[in-house]
């Protein structure tokens, strides 16, 4: 039996080793009806459209394969429609608000030479990532388990340029705005802001640069923000405007989206957002996806299986990733790949043997460098967020 | 972004034509039939693709469209009246329920 993911593979082999021939479109004439669609946005490979306008493009489960997720294959998230293409002379990066003490404006050459320039691993996983897989199923962008990738992204330090516009005492958050607009002018612009503390962090970066290329345009160019660890709705992109603040911002997107019942999950607090009831979701959760095989995949019997994906969390590093073949009973450590940085994602193999013919469920769970490990079961939420439950595959042996 | 004057000034249907060059593929989809197709996808169609309605149809049932149609409104501005609401809700409920079904 031929499988889906076979035929993806095989059309994925023409993004993965560069070649030129039109891989997307044999993948999608090979599709049983009813399947995820691929489709290529502007200055992408295919990838699985959850939604055209605004553009959200999943990506596919070849995609995260790689050790780095190719900037043509990284998936594509946004909530407003009116996404322009920045002339990169023009841009400038306004830095004020009620707590800056020397207002300024930056061009792209002044982040690039003005300022030191810093590389790092992390992986940008948006907030809703799974959440087409929750139970029971809510509302909102369907994404599988591709709404997440692992780049290298180079840029400056926030806080060099927050530093150069003088952050005053009492300043409490700062709010960060994009490029992009609603269509109408009722509708809420997209700002995102971050607690003072993260804003200041040394890995809190704007980002200019992804695996080593300019950002792609679907990706935020010319700059966009880079919080390691936290999941995306933070790093927002075409990054027009900064703010420094001594009050809580209260736009749309922090008051009433973006938000968890307070108390409930782990992870860092944003405080001066909380509410009694709900509080912004921040940090990601430990959590693994397998990229080896998939349901159904047929293993011969007998054969050895290499089992391999990937791990991450919210930035403490991965201790440890198990396997388990006999139903979650007894848990078997896997090897882990490189390791790129606390906030980029670990590489996990482990090889076993297919000797019994019939179904043979292989199930993986990471463990935290700060204890966290996956669990097995959901913790509901109204907004389908932090899916990290254990997930596994059921291969087809014989 | 100080948003360009002309969105504002502008009919709602000069932005999305400008939009949608991006999102070639998007008029392809048609909605089912039935009596507020037009104005649904009308409204709808202003600020985003018509593909959200049966991406979301599995999640749907009538209670979560009325929310859904709330939220556009009230939270994000959507220029729709007390009656063509009611008109939207009763063409989505009865053709992209999936839940109910």
Redesign the interface.
């Known amino acids: 039996m031929t499988t889906r993911r076979e035929l993806l593979l095989a059309a994925a082999g023409g993004w993965l080793l560069g070649s030129t021939a039109p891989a997307g479109r044999g993948a999608l004439a090979a599709e049983p009806a009813g399947a995820d669609p691929l489709e290529a946005p502007a200055g992408k490979k295919p990838l699985i459209r959850r939604a055209w306008r605004p553009p959200n493009y999943e990506t596919p489960l070849e995609g995260l394969v790689p050790l780095y997720t190719p900037n043509d294959l990284f998936f594509v998230r946004y909530h407003l429609a009116v996404i322009p293409e920045i002339d990169v002379d023009t841009w400038r990066l306004k830095v004020g608000g009620g707590a800056a003490q020397r207002p300024l404006a930056v061009t792209l050459h002044d982040l690039k030479h003005d300022f030191k320039r810093v590389t790092l691993t992390a992986v940008n996983q948006c907030s809703g990532n799974r959440r087409g897989l929750f139970t029971p199923r809510v509302p909102g962008v369907q994404w599988g388990n591709g709404a997440m990738g692992n780049a290298e992204w180079t840029g400056v330090r926030l806080r060099d340029v927050l530093d150069k516009a003088g952050v005053a005492a009492g300043a409490v958050e700062v709010v960060f705005n994009g490029a992009d607009l609603p269509v109408l002018a009722a509708t809420p612009d997209f700002l995102k802001s971050l607690p003072i503390e993260r804003a200041l962090d040394e890995n809190t970066l704007i980002a200019f640069e992804m695996n080593g290329k300019a950002l792609p345009h679907l990706n935020g160019a010319p700059a966009r923000l880079v919080v390691p660890g936290w999941t995306g709705t933070y790093w927002v992109k075409h990054l027009t405007e900064v703010r420094i603040e001594s009050a809580p911002f209260d736009g749309f997107w922090m008051k009433s989206a973006y938000r968890l019942p307070t108390g409930v999950f782990p992870g860092a607090r944003f405080k001066s957002q909380e509410t009694r009831e709900t509080t912004p979701i921040t940090e990601i959760l430990v959590n693994s996806l397998i990229t080896s095989h998939v349901n159904g995949a047929h293993v011969k019997r007998g054969a050895h299986v290499e089992l391999a994906g990937k791990a991450w969390d919210g930035g403490s590093g991965i201790a440890a990733v198990e396997v388990s073949t006999d139903g979650r009973q007894t848990w078997t450590a896997a090897t882990l790949g490189r390791d790129l940085g606390r906030f980029g994602w670990r590489e996990f193999r482990y090889r076993f043997d297919a000797t019994q013919p019939g179904a043979l469920t292989a199930a993986v769970r990471a463990r935290s460098n700060d204890g966290a490990t996956q669990p097995d079961k959901l913790t509901f939420n109204a907004a389908g967020y932090h899916d990290n439950i254990v997930q596994a595959v059921t291969l087809d042996v014989g | 972004?100080r948003?360009?004057l002309v969105?504002?000034a502008v009919s709602?249907a000069l932005?999305?034509a400008?939009?949608?060059a991006?999102?070639a593929?998007?008029e392809s989809l048609t909605l089912h039939e039935g009596s507020a197709r037009e104005l649904t996808a009308g409204r709808c169609a202003?600020?985003?693709?018509l593909?959200?309605i049966p991406?979301?149809a599995?999640?749907?049932d009538r209670s979560?469209w009325q929310k859904?149609i709330q939220k556009m409104r009230e939270?994000?501005?959507?220029?729709i009246s007390d009656p063509e609401a009611q008109q939207i809700l009763d063409y989505l409920a009865g053709n992209y329920a999936g839940?109910s079904q």
């Open positions: 972004m948003r360009p969105l504002v709602a932005a999305v400008a939009v949608a991006a999102a593929g998007e202003i600020c985003h693709s593909d959200y991406n979301n599995p999640v749907m979560g859904t939270r994000f501005g959507a220029p839940k």
